[in-house]
């Protein structure tokens, strides 16, 4: 089946050390996404690749970073994890960009913990 | 100003009764689409239905059905005869001429058995 997957399902890290997170998906889709989520809040959305094109969100820290080798994998950097990163880490992908209409299709996301 | 209202944080119901969760948007946009999104404890969003601004039929899908009224920029989500399965929160979204997808808060929902 066609799906997004995410690695690792969780992460503990320490204070500071950086950490990568990884997603890829088999719906060759051009557009993916990574969402924090803390707890009982909707996911919020950081930044989104559309192809090789990166967009940040305005209100996104430095401290978070994304790569996307090539369409079907993206990784989401966070150089040095404060205790306020502790969240779910949710990637999602779509064929086209969100004012398309398109429907998102996310990965089952990465809980990170911040030691 | 984009915007989706879900007004209920929380429900509990009874299994097999039926429960409505509220969606209310505010959008500009004349072209606009509004899902629907389930969350498990698990994590993962699960997309339930997707819905464009032009298309005002209501939706069945087994015990689920979805009531789109622009008339009250509303686009609330019936479960009938709730099960266990059904717990979660459940997320209400719109897209339109941007390129972001606008949550609602979210509606915990749990069934007690």
């Known amino acids: 089946d066609a799906m997004v997957i995410q690695n690792p399902r969780y992460q503990v890290t320490q204070f500071g050390k950086p950490v990568t997170l990884s997603c890829s998906q088999t719906?060759?889709?051009?557009?993916m996404y990574w969402y924090q989520q803390k707890s009982s809040q909707a996911p919020k959305l950081l930044f989104h690749y559309y192809d090789k094109d990166f967009n940040n969100e305005a209100d996104t820290p430095d401290n978070f970073q994304s790569r996307r080798p090539n369409t079907s994998f993206c990784f989401l950097d966070i150089r040095s994890p404060g205790l306020g990163d502790a969240a779910m880490y949710l990637c999602?992908?779509?064929?086209?960009?969100?004012?398309?209409?398109?429907?998102?299709?996310f990965g089952p996301g990465t809980r990170l913990t911040v030691l | 100003a984009q915007k989706v209202t879900q007004a209920q944080t929380e429900i509990s119901v009874v299994e097999k009764e039926d429960v409505t969760l509220d969606c209310v948007y505010e959008t500009r946009d004349t072209t606009y689409y509004l899902f629907w999104y389930k969350q498990p404890p698990s994590g993962e969003l699960v997309f339930l239905i997707r819905?464009?601004?032009?298309?005002?039929q209501n939706e069945i899908s087994g015990r689920y059905s979805w009531n789109f009224q622009k008339s009250t920029s509303s686009f609330n989500f019936t479960i009938t005869a709730s099960q266990v399965v059904d717990s979660a929160v459940y997320f209400c979204a719109l897209s339109g001429g941007g390129n972001q997808f606008y949550f609602g808060t979210g509606t915990s929902l749990t069934v007690i058995p």
């Open positions: 999602a992908t779509s064929r086209r960009l969100a004012g398309g209409g398109d429907t998102q299709y």
């Open positions: 819905r464009n601004s032009f298309d005002e």
């Open positions: 719906l060759n889709h051009n557009v």
